[in-house]
């Protein structure tokens, strides 16, 4: 017969065991990956929050403490690759997600996820970290206040947890698919552009260089070459547009066909060697001809040339050289700086709106600086988030 005491022991042996499981729950099974939670702030050295080479928003200016910042680290940090995420405002993640299809979205919390709401000008994002017991912990950053902070909400509460005026638009789910699907394949060929307003053409890859032209929708371009951003995954497609040659992103383009099989005809000169041959029998005339022959090697040697930088100086280097001396002198702080003067303040704010308004032009540089939401556009949306900016405010 057993002792109450034995009972008593037991039963404590048998809670104890079931807290230790609790315990380990934390770092379950969620999908094909093993999840371990963010409870705590990532400390300063942790390079996926920390260092610009990994995330895009410290190497911009606008790190830790923002929501965004946060929670492309956080991305970063569970996939262990670069994640495909929005670079633009937390309002603007899950579309963005949505339009490329990059990740399994939905509207059920699960470990890993980024929850995404927007409202007026603006947005939030945050991260899944524990659903326990009908309760779900997500963890967050705030623009110009906490760099870290942990929020919990009931799974019945339709909004997780977000502010009254927020509108919850949905999860993304990370760990459903951990290698970022891009569902077209990027091939040299003929290209239609996709977009709301225009698409930049630019000196080089990569959305931090210099627009030489704006691409309206709609307008079929050929891609000659192609190339990969490895840090961001983006895919840029080598062109021409009203005589200026450059680099346009194809995520927002769409492939309309290969490109013309012309080749052929330009292989027929090469036939001209068969015409050589009679006029072998007058060596002065056939001299001449045969020492023009080398002159289609160089040409050989342009089209095998590296896909990146390259052919941008090899068509066109009168154009491209001024270009890049044109970024060396750039002046005050980029982004935000509109006028250069090593402030951002009222004043570039001031030049945002008069040119929104149609009162005042900016230089191309200027637009660039000017774009403070990221989202390739000029409009009253970079005069909201300057303005939030400069009160303090954000996400």
Aim: with cysteine; glycine share 8%; net charge negative.
């Amino acid at each position: 017969m057993i002792s109450i005491a034995a009972k008593r022991i037991s039963a404590l042996v048998l809670t104890l065991a079931l807290l230790v499981t609790s315990a380990f729950s934390l770092s379950i099974s969620a999908g094909a990956a093993t999840y371990t939670p963010r409870l705590t702030a990532p400390e300063s050295n942790n390079v996926y929050y920390y260092n610009s080479n990994y995330n895009v928003f410290q190497k911009y200016g606008y790190g830790l403490p923002n929501c965004t910042a946060y929670a492309y680290g956080r991305a970063y940090e569970i996939l262990n690759s670069t994640p495909k995420l929005s670079w633009n405002g937390a309002g603007q993640w899950y579309g963005y997600n949505q339009q490329n299809n990059y990740y399994k979205y939905g509207s059920t919390p699960k470990l890993g996820a980024i929850a995404c709401w927007c409202y007026g000008g603006g947005g939030h994002v945050a991260v899944v970290e524990k659903i326990e017991n009908g309760t779900i912990t997500l963890s967050n950053s705030e623009w110009g206040g906490r760099t870290f902070y942990l929020t919990t909400c009931k799974t019945t509460d339709k909004n997780y947890g977000g502010n009254s005026w927020w509108t919850f638009q949905g999860f993304i789910y990370l760990l459903d698919s951990a290698t970022p699907v891009n569902p077209t394949t990027y091939n040299t060929g003929i290209y239609r552009t996709n977009v709301d307003d225009y698409l930049n053409l630019r000196a080089k890859a990569g959305t931090g260089n210099t627009s030489l032209a704006k691409i309206p929708d709609n307008v079929k371009i050929t891609v000659t070459n192609v190339y990969t951003e490895t840090s961001t995954g983006m895919v840029w497609g080598y062109t021409t547009y009203n005589g200026k040659t450059g680099w346009v992103s194809l995520d927002y383009c769409v492939y309309v066909s290969a490109l013309p099989t012309t080749a052929p005809t330009t292989v027929k000169p090469t036939t001209a060697p068969t015409t050589a041959a009679p006029t072998t029998t007058v060596p002065p005339t056939t001299a001449a001809p045969t020492t023009t022959v080398p002159v289609t090697e160089p040409t050989e040697e342009k089209t095998t040339g590296p896909i990146y930088e390259d052919p941008v100086v090899q068509t066109e280097p009168s154009e491209t050289e001024p270009s890049e001396d044109a970024t060396a002198e750039f002046i005050g702080l980029g982004k935000g700086d509109i006028n250069a003067d090593g402030e951002i303040n009222v004043k570039d704010a001031t030049l945002i709106q008069r040119y929104v308004a149609y009162i005042e032009e900016l230089t191309v540089e200027q637009m660039e600086w000017a774009d403070f939401d990221f989202d390739g556009f000029v409009t009253v949306s970079d005069v909201t988030e300057m303005q939030k900016f400069l009160s303090g405010y954000n996400c």
